[in-house]
Each structure stands twice: as C-alpha cells, then as structure tokens.
C-alpha cells in the first residue's frame, strides 16, 4: 500500500520569498515521486519527480525537490517565489513495479503576495 | 501538450441520466486513466486500462464504467449519474509500463449533476 501526505491545504508566501511545500510518503517498496501543478482551470503539469537517479531532483520554473529517505519526505522548494507560481501543487507517489498506480496527496494551494 | 483531448469540456446533467465522457490521445500510448478531481481529496483513480479492451478499476470506480474500442480512445460513462459525482474529471495517459514513467494529464471535464 503507499499513501501521500501534504500538511495543511494552503500555504501564502510573499514574491520573493522561500517556497517550501511539504510532502511524506509511505510505501512498502521504493517509491517513485512525482511532483504536479495546476494552474486554474487546467490540467496537471508535471513539475519533477524522482525516479531514484539523484536524491536531489531539479524541474521547472526553478523548483527542486529533495528525496529523504530516512524522512519519507519530499518536500518541493523555490529559492524565490514569483506571483505566476500561484497555483494547486500534488504530491504522488508510484510503487516499484510495473504497472504500477499514482496516488495522490490531497493538493496545496500557494499564494503569493506582492 | 501531451496530445490528450477531453470533450465535453463542460457538462451539465439531470440525476438519472446516462454521461459519457471522452479522452482522445495522439500519442499511441498503451495506458490511459481516468481521475475525479474534488477539494480537500486530490486527484482519485476511477479506472484505467492497459491496452485496447483490457481495463482495471481504481479506488472509486462505483457507478462509472469504461470501455477502449481503440488505442486512442477511453470513455468513462456514469451509468445514472447522481448528484455526488458532480466533479471534474482527467484522462491520463502513460508510455511506459514502469512506475517512473510519467502520466500526462489532459485538461479535464467540468460535470455538474444537478
């Protein structure tokens, strides 16, 4: 079984500042994880995710995420928060097998204050 | 773009009635999802399938089926849809069968069941 939490459903940070998005996992094998966005009204983008190559993982728009083993986290990170990083942000993790399903966390909301 | 289309893209419906909802892909990939999207719950798998006419059920695939006729297409019907399955729905799809591959996400079908 394998599950996602991501505390609290809505972060605010001012432009400029640190973005840090937290997510824990479990899983009974080694994950896979993935990070997602979505922006209003559309579709979940791809973000990052670790596939067990490095333990620290670089996407788009800046963001990194560090995968802690010894933590069951994969907490997402922005040195510096920029107002077209508002949006809905989704922890998932994937088993170690083939064919395996994504689950979800239940999604984080950031804000971003001028 | 992933090459995933979603029609209708807005629906709204009367208790009782029988919806069908289409996912559309480009990209001849063998796994395609079917997701709901509601707050404070994240993204839920209702089916998927692993190939044409081969489909599974995910976490909540009660009162919807599926059906793949063909590689590029996957329709979710609500048997008699009810008020609790007002919800936006994703079609995903994947490449590889491997839990690192990455799900693309289409960009989602707003149905109201009132």
């Known amino acids: 079984a394998q599950s996602v939490t991501q505390l609290g459903s809505h972060v605010s940070v001012s432009e400029g500042a640190l973005v840090l998005l937290r997510c824990n996992y479990s899983s009974s094998v080694p994950p896979y994880l993935f990070w997602y966005v979505q922006y209003p009204n559309q579709g979940l983008q791809l973000l990052l995710k670790?596939?067990?190559?490095?333990?620290l993982v670089k996407g788009i728009n800046g963001f990194e995420a560090e995968f802690k083993k010894s933590e069951t986290s994969f907490h997402l990170t922005k040195p510096s928060a920029h107002m077209s990083d508002a949006a809905e942000y989704f922890c998932?993790?994937?088993?170690?097998?083939?064919?395996?399903?994504?689950?979800f966390g239940k999604g984080i909301t950031l804000s971003v204050r001028p | 773009d992933a090459g995933i289309t979603q029609s209708p893209r807005h629906k709204v419906t009367e208790t009782g009635t029988p919806v069908t909802l289409r996912c559309h892909q480009t990209e001849n990939h063998r796994y395609m999802y079917w997701y709901r999207q509601d707050p404070g719950h994240g993204l839920r798998l209702i089916h998927y399938?692993?190939?044409?006419?081969?489909?599974d059920k995910g976490e909540v695939s009660d009162g919807y089926s599926v059906s793949r006729s063909k590689t590029e297409d996957f329709l979710l019907t609500l048997e008699s849809a009810t008020s609790s399955q007002t919800s936006v729905y994703f079609c995903a799809i994947r490449g590889g069968a491997g839990a690192g591959d990455t799900q693309y996400f289409g960009p989602g079908t707003r149905l109201t069941v009132l």
């Open positions: 998932a993790v994937s088993g170690g097998r083939a064919n395996s399903k994504l689950t």
């Open positions: 399938s692993y190939g044409v006419k081969d489909t």
């Open positions: 670790y596939t067990s190559a490095a333990t």
